[in-house]
């Protein structure tokens, strides 16, 4: 087993001098290789820390602060639970009480029916067995416990930007300290440098030595930058993904968007067009903060920002806002603005707050999805009409209130009828053309325009749900109430095309986007839509 960077590093600490704020400025911006591409070590302490615990920061530790402590104290963190466990059922396999929400690294190592029980779980999924719920778990916690103890030993501290003639993989600490054991006398003295360096900066750490801690750090800094290059390092950009995550432009646009609907929704109680203009400021605020953070993740990531669950909410989101602004501009409703703030404080916080379920960091792409024409054009499209459909789902409960309050305005009742209507119709039109841009794209990838493979499947059913809907309402079929119930069931299939592929079934050529988690919440979501629509649907219609 190897030993502990800690160890190699043969730090002297000393005495720890009184508390002073440290400053990490130039460590974050140190770039790292890790997970296919070249980042600031500030994004790998933030999706360490996220990834190990479940947040960006721990008992009131940032995720610079968190990295460094497991750096310099191994030995405290390794009897200290901050490994997250979630799954009850494998919460009582390793007799863990109920209200834990975390254990130790000793604790899961030292439980060699864990690391068996995971190994074989490991070998499972290599077969392509399906497996359920707290097999999945017992491999996320040995995944979370492997990642601290690679940061212990610095196999995952990427950060000598010197890559492997084969691999084109950065060198490591850990690659140094076997350079050494093997061959110290060989070691070119500037490597020998950067070690004993970043020894200081971990001693400084120790002692809370803040002047010491920033010149070490600076020294650092300017040691590896003096071994990478303009191919292999873009200074700008690793600022840019700092300056991203500090940020965090999605938290600030549900704040706006929160704003925006507290005023909005007072305008429209008492009437009032002194609220409903700062309301509406806001509403284009959140849009405006929202796009920028889109950007800056496009430029970051050097492609669009639909890869995964995460960034698809996102994106849905977002073009909801905006369908919510052209519509809420060519109608002058104020219905737009107020379910297309509360809608994306909804997403944007769903995105915002579950880290374990919505991974929100940035991978490669998978090989299918490198071509960024047809992921822009397919992907972008049939994500687009999501986000119509979503806005569809507020203005259909809009409806729903309007049926169960104001049931005898039926003037009231068909003027936002028909707001639906031109909401669903530009939904569909996007689905279809999204869904025939996927068998463009499934031909130029795979060979085959149709394979009825379950995305695909699914993506028509919900549009085929979506035009039935249409066509029963023009041919008369459906009156009001039966189409705004239908316009809010039939996202239920969006729902299942956008969650339930990736989430629930897991199959299919599709697989770069099979996650894991949120079932319970979505359950939830789907059985509160049946009982509302159930409460309103059975009600009695009043005649007017």
């Not at 650092?220 to 990478?228: N, P, V, Y």
């Not at 990531?301 to 995964?308: D, F, I, L, T």
């Amino acid at each position: 087993m190897k030993s502990k960077l800690w160890l190699f590093l043969v730090l002297l600490l000393a005495a720890p001098l009184s508390a002073q704020t440290l400053d990490f400025k130039a460590l974050s911006l140190l770039p790292l290789q890790e997970g296919g591409r070249v980042k600031p070590l500030d994004t790998f302490a933030r999706e360490s820390a996220r990834m190990i615990t479940g947040h960006e920061k721990f008992q009131g530790q940032g995720s610079m602060d968190l990295l460094f402590d497991w750096l310099t104290h191994p030995a405290e963190w390794n009897n200290k639970n901050f490994i997250l466990i979630e799954n009850l059922e494998l919460k009582n396999l390793l007799s863990v009480p109920v209200d834990q929400k975390f254990v130790s690294p000793k604790f899961l190592i030292a439980n060699d029916g864990f690391i068996a029980y995971a190994k074989m779980n490991y070998a499972k999924q290599e077969k392509k067995i399906s497996l359920n719920a707290m097999e999945k778990e017992s491999l996320t916690v040995f995944t979370r416990l492997q990642r601290f103890e690679d940061i212990e030993t610095g196999k995952l501290l990427a950060l000598l930007p010197i890559p492997n003639e084969k691999t084109q993989k950065w060198v490591t600490l850990e690659d140094l300290q076997d350079a050494y054991r093997k061959n110290p006398k060989g070691m070119p003295d500037a490597i020998k440098t950067i070690l004993a360096t970043f020894a200081q900066v971990l001693k400084s750490y120790d002692a809370h030595d803040a002047a010491g801690f920033a010149s070490n750090s600076q020294d650092l800094s300017m040691l590896l930058a003096q071994l990478g290059t303009k191919e292999s390092v873009d200074p700008g950009k690793i600022a840019l993904e700092v300056q991203f995550n500090s940020l965090k432009p999605f938290q600030w646009a549900w704040i706006l968007h929160l704003s925006a609907f507290v005023l909005v929704g007072l305008s429209i109680l008492f009437a009032s067009r002194a609220l409903y203009v700062p309301g509406f400021i806001a509403f284009l605020a959140g849009i405006g903060i929202s796009a920028y953070g889109f950007i800056l993740r496009c430029i970051i990531a050097g492609r669009p920002p639909v890869s995964n669950m995460y960034e698809s909410l996102l994106w849905v989101t977002f073009g909801m806002t905006v369908f919510a602004l052209i519509f809420e501009l060519i109608y002058k409703n104020r219905q737009f603005v107020a379910a297309g703030s509360v809608l994306a404080v909804l997403g944007f916080v769903l995105a915002d707050n579950a880290p374990t379920i919505l991974d929100p960091s940035i991978q490669p792409l998978e090989p299918v999805l490198r071509s960024n024409f047809w992921l822009t054009i397919h992907v972008l499209t049939i994500t687009l009409s999501y986000a119509a459909f979503l806005l569809s789902l507020g203005i259909g409960h809009v409806c729903l209130w309007t049926l169960w309050k104001y049931a005898g305005d039926k003037e009231r009742l068909k003027k936002q009828i028909q707001l639906l209507y031109r909401v669903v119709q530009v939904g569909i039109v996007m689905l279809a053309a999204g869904t025939i841009l996927g068998g463009v794209w499934a031909s130029y990838s795979w060979g085959r325009f149709w394979g009825w493979d379950p995305k695909e499947t699914w993506a028509l059913i919900a549009l085929l749900g979506y035009v039935a809907i249409l066509h029963g309402r023009l041919s008369g079929w459906l009156k009001e109430k039966g189409f705004i119930i239908g316009v809010v069931l039939a996202f239920l299939g969006v729902l299942m095309a956008w969650y339930g592929v990736n989430f629930i079934l897991g199959a299919g050529l599709h697989s770069y986007g099979f996650s894991k988690g949120g079932l319970p919440y979505v359950i939830g979501f789907v059985t509160i839509e049946v009982i509302l629509i159930l409460i309103v649907g059975l009600k009695p219609t009043k005649k007017a």
